[in-house]
């Protein structure tokens, strides 16, 4: 099971959904959890899976490619 995340590593996803005008109801979509479910998770106080953190990447990373911008990896989302 992955180490939870705290508040202060989820700030750089919070950052980049901002960036690429992603709504946590979004996000929540993307993943198959309803916005609360999701708020929870970005809180800090679910756990995200690897799966997970690797649907967010691919997401991220398609939406930074269509705008000509490097790509990230998981580090430059979810570690501090």
């Known amino acids: ?12 996803l919070k950052y980049w959904r901002g960036v690429l005008e992603l709504t946590q109801e979004n996000m ?13 998770k970005e ?3 679910i756990e995200f899976t690897l799966r997970e953190m690797r649907i967010i990447q691919k997401e991220f990373n398609k939406r930074l490619a269509k705008m000509g911008q490097p790509l990230l990896t998981l580090d430059d989302i979810f570690l501090a």
């Open 43 to 45: 809180s800090g106080a």
């Open 1 to 12: 099971m992955p180490k939870k995340l705290n508040n202060k590593k989820l700030h750089k």
């Open 28 to 40: 929540g979509v993307l993943l198959g959890y309803s916005k609360a479910n999701y708020s929870q």
